[in-house]
T-cell receptor, first 113, second 114 residues
Framework: GENVEQHPSTLSVQEGDSAVIKCTYS??????FPWYKQELGKRPQLIID?????GEKKDQRIAVTLNKTAKHFSLHITETQPEDSAVYFC????????????FGTGTQLKVEL | GAVVSQHPSWVICKSGTSVKIECRSL??????MFWYRQFPKQSLMLMAT?????????EQGVEKDKFLINHASLTLSTLTVTSAHPEDSSFYIC??????????FGSGTRLTVV
């Protein structure tokens, strides 16, 4: 089945700096890659996603890049703010597995003042 | 937008009893429902996938007789934790999907077994 690895597990940045979180996946059949932000005790919130036919997508301060050949995808947050502090999860969807999402292990992002 | 209502938001039960968690898609028909379990400071681990009217597909290592899933309609799926034990204490989250809205998560249920 699909395996998604995520790095780093914790990331601390200064307010205004950029943050980058990286994920790799194992199944070349995966075709959809969402990123979620989860605050303590809350549901995951979709912040951006990318499909396998696109290499990059941007939404204001958030961008995602996908390298299908290397099976890598990354989340980029620019001009970080304290409210960006949360746990971020990447995920990959495999069409052959009933469209289920496999999640990465998560990154605790802390934006310091 | 799509909304999935999950109840209860938290529950405390005694060891050996059963607990039922409900997820309802409020404004769309969920063709598929996924049930996840999340331990503190860990990722979401898929427990099972269910489609309306058919038996759920459980992930390896998940006991189907302990975690009963019913997906009787396109808007309702339930997860029953039977004979709960303290090690079942966790955060349980459902996620519904259809072809239009992608994946919509419920608000989660914090289960504590004492």
């Amino acid at each position: 089945g699909e395996n998604v690895e995520q790095h780093p597990s914790t990331l601390s940045v200064q307010e205004g700096d950029s943050a980058v979180i990286k994920c790799t996946y194992s199944d070349s059949a995966s075709n959809y890659f969402p990123w979620y932000k989860q605050e303590l005790g809350k549901r995951p919130q979709l912040i951006i996603d990318i499909r396998s036919n696109v290499g990059e997508k941007k939404d204001q301060r958030i961008a995602v890049t996908l390298n299908k050949t290397a099976k890598h995808f990354s989340l980029h947050i620019t001009e970080t703010q304290p409210e960006d502090s949360a746990v971020y999860f990447c995920a990959a969807r495999t069409t052959g597995g009933g469209n289920k999402l496999t999640f990465g292990t998560g990154t605790q992002l802390k934006v310091e003042l | 937008g799509a909304v999935v209502s999950q109840h209860p938001s938290w529950v405390i039960c005694k060891s050996g009893t059963s607990v039922k968690i409900e997820c309802r898609s409020l404004d769309f028909q969920a063709t598929t429902m996924f049930w996840y379990r999340q331990f503190p400071k860990q990722s979401l681990m898929l427990m099972a996938t269910s489609n309306e009217g058919s038996k759920a597909t459980y992930e390896q290592g998940v006991e189907k007789d302990k975690f009963l899933i019913n997906h009787a309609s396109l808007t309702l799926s339930t997860l029953t934790v039977t004979s709960a034990h303290p090690e079942d204490s966790s955060f349980y989250i459902c996620s519904a999907t259809d072809d239009l809205y992608g994946y919509t998560f419920g608000s989660g249920t914090r289960l504590t077994v004492v």
